[in-house]
């Protein structure tokens, strides 16, 4: 009787160990679930996750988007990052909601080159090059065969012909686009001579040349307004157009509440004035 009592005994905790286990296990399943529910956009999740760059975006969106979320409920989280590709990658695996750092024509050579699926939802500012003087203080005043400067990788010494072209300094062939090199000019009055550098080293070379080409990145820093420029990319131009910076999600996010509420304050006439108070023309609205 003993014996029994004591085997009877030892099966019950049995028992009720495995039902504590399989509870637990369940337990851990549903708060899982929940957790991948929010992740995905739910409407009862209140935290947006921002993949960004420090510079003018993590500030535009800490400075002037957040308050205006915080008003519609939500939080917003800049998690910032220096480099081009780490914020692409957290935005395809789900880590962060979107992305704030890069523009359109970078996006989709990244798509194609990594088959990820990120889509823009919102066009929201492009850094205009700027046409500085150096030895030379106006177009008028450029004498034949005055040396520019311009930047030697493909898409900024691109961005430089085409502003040089708007400036009506030379004339590119009708279809070189965004992807013209100097072997695209078809008409150059004035002769130019470009000098081909590093676009970082653009600004600090502007004291030997009579007019240099530089992206806003690097004006800024160095100490260059766009105020104090001979021309800059217009908000129409083909420039701003291929280069507008972009609010970025992973395909299939674009509908859901928390992205819709970001936009909507990405874009309002707050962030607007905020980007034209802030950054004098170095940063340009283009919604």
Known sequence: MAINFKKK???LVATLALGAVLAFGL????AQGTSSDK?????DDKTITVAATPSPHAEILNNAVKPLLEK???????????????????????EVDANYFQHITYLNNFNEEKGTHLVSVADVHYEPFGLYPGKTKSLDALADGATVAVPNDATNEARALLLLQDAG???????????ATTND???NPKNLQFKEVEAATVPNIVADVDIACINGNYAIPAGFKTTDALATESATSLAAEAY?????????NQDSDKI????????????RTYINDTYAGAVVPVF
């Open 260 to 271: 819709k509420a970001l936009v909507k304050a990405l874009t309002s006439d707050e962030v």
């Open 72 to 94: 519609e409920g939500y939080t917003l989280e800049v998690k910032e990052f220096t480099d081009y590709v780490q914020p692409n990658t957290v935005t395809e695996e789900g």
């Open 39 to 43: 992740s995905a956009g739910s409407s």
């Open 9 to 11: 005994k030892a099966a």
């Open 244 to 252: 507008a910076n972009v609010l970025v999600v992973k395909d299939g």
């Open 169 to 179: 300094l030379i004339t590119l062939k009708d279809d070189a686009g965004i992807n």
């Open 27 to 30: 337990a851990g399943c549903g």
């Open 185 to 187: 000019i078809v008409s």
